[in-house]
């Protein structure tokens, strides 16, 4: 199915997640349900178990209740959070991989997705742990820098995936491709921040714990596939923006070549490795 690879609105790129969600969730989903969604499950029955139910507007009492909850098990909790930082990365890169794919009309396994992920995971804690300096650093200079800093760099999970450049080389290739969208990536952020919001709302209306449990996992899970699917759909729009990468894909279809990752520059990219293929 083809999809529009141009310069996009917000309600451009919101539009082309919705149909990349809707034509191809399976796939995605299968991605999700193999990383997320067995540590979310994980995550949400111990949390049940050692942790009282938290109601929308807890009391004093019930706070206090929380709080000694998460002292008294807080190796628990330690030992969650150390798997999700194990997971996470891993489901977002093959999720990036996959819609990315689907996005340039190539089809992508989940197996092939998930072991690309695992061979990216330390260029992506490496990229991560130098972006949260940097915008760590920025908050301790008044916020301002770190808040700019956190857009400048919000495109380093995909370059990472899709154009195999890491660490500095990474940011410096978001910071690029960001310029002149700022605006768009706040205005994005606010209304994925706001699907998002709904959808758990939703979830948390259901009386049943257990019950509610699973639909708030399940949720998350496909949020996350959206999110996914509308950043990577926002990251092509960038790439068409600052360096006409529509115009190039056009040239190669025409002259029956396949998409490559190298066909803009710009970054530092491995020109014999093409993570589309």
Same mark, same amino acid.
């Not at 509308?230 to 923006?241: E, H, I, L, N, P």
């Given at each position: 199915m083809k999809y529009e690879i141009r310069e996009l609105s917000i309600g451009g790129v919101i539009d082309q997640a919705i149909s990349l969600t809707r034509n191809h969730f399976g796939a995605f989903f299968s991605v999700v349900a193999v990383t997320l969604l067995p540590i979310g499950l994980i995550?949400?029955? /111990?949390n049940i178990a050692i942790m009282p139910e938290i109601p929308l507007v807890p009391t004093l009492e019930e706070a206090a209740a929380i709080q000694k909850a998460q002292v008294e098990n807080l190796p628990i909790i330690i030992g969650m959070a150390l798997l999700?930082?194990? @997971? /996470? &990365? %891993?489901?977002?890169?093959?999720? /990036? *991989? /996959? @819609?990315?794919?689907?996005?340039?009309?190539k089809n992508t396994s989940t197996g092939d997705a998930v072991g690309s992920a695992f061979g990216l995971l330390l260029p992506l804690y490496w990229t991560w742990i130098i972006l949260t300096i940097a915008v760590m650093g920025g908050m301790i200079l008044l916020i301002i820098p770190g808040i700019i800093a956190a857009f400048w760099f919000s495109l380093a999970t995909q370059v990472v995936v899709v154009e195999r450049v890491s660490g500095v080389a990474a940011l410096k290739r978001s910071r690029q491709l960001m310029r002149g969208n700022v605006g768009t990536v706040f205005v994005l952020g606010i209304v994925l921040g706001i699907i998002s919001f709904g959808m758990q709302v939703g979830a948390q209306m259901i009386p049943q714990i257990h019950a509610k449990t699973l639909a708030s996992v399940v949720i998350n899970c @496909?949020?996350? %596939?959206?999110? $996914?699917?509308?950043? @990577?759909?926002?990251?092509? $729009?960038?790439r068409c923006k600052n360096e006409q990468f529509d115009l190039q894909l056009l040239a190669q279809n025409v002259a029956g070549e396949a998409p490559s990752d190298g066909?803009?520059?710009?970054?530092? *990219?491995? $020109?014999?490795?093409? &993570?589309? $293929?």
């Amino acid at each position: 199915m083809k999809y529009e690879i141009r310069e996009l609105s917000i309600g451009g790129v919101i539009d082309q997640a919705i149909s990349l969600t809707r034509n191809h969730f399976g796939a995605f989903f299968s991605v999700v349900a193999v990383t997320l969604l067995p540590i979310g499950l994980i995550q949400a029955g /111990v949390n049940i178990a050692i942790m009282p139910e938290i109601p929308l507007v807890p009391t004093l009492e019930e706070a206090a209740a929380i709080q000694k909850a998460q002292v008294e098990n807080l190796p628990i909790i330690i030992g969650m959070a150390l798997l999700a930082l194990l @997971v /996470v &990365p %891993i489901a977002n890169a093959a999720l /990036v *991989r /996959v @819609v990315a794919n689907s996005y340039l009309g190539k089809n992508t396994s989940t197996g092939d997705a998930v072991g690309s992920a695992f061979g990216l995971l330390l260029p992506l804690y490496w990229t991560w742990i130098i972006l949260t300096i940097a915008v760590m650093g920025g908050m301790i200079l008044l916020i301002i820098p770190g808040i700019i800093a956190a857009f400048w760099f919000s495109l380093a999970t995909q370059v990472v995936v899709v154009e195999r450049v890491s660490g500095v080389a990474a940011l410096k290739r978001s910071r690029q491709l960001m310029r002149g969208n700022v605006g768009t990536v706040f205005v994005l952020g606010i209304v994925l921040g706001i699907i998002s919001f709904g959808m758990q709302v939703g979830a948390q209306m259901i009386p049943q714990i257990h019950a509610k449990t699973l639909a708030s996992v399940v949720i998350n899970c @496909v949020f996350t %596939i959206f999110s $996914s699917a509308a950043m @990577v759909v926002f990251y092509f $729009s960038c790439r068409c923006k600052n360096e006409q990468f529509d115009l190039q894909l056009l040239a190669q279809n025409v002259a029956g070549e396949a998409p490559s990752d190298g066909a803009a520059g710009g970054g530092s *990219r491995d $020109s014999d490795e093409n &993570p589309f $293929s």
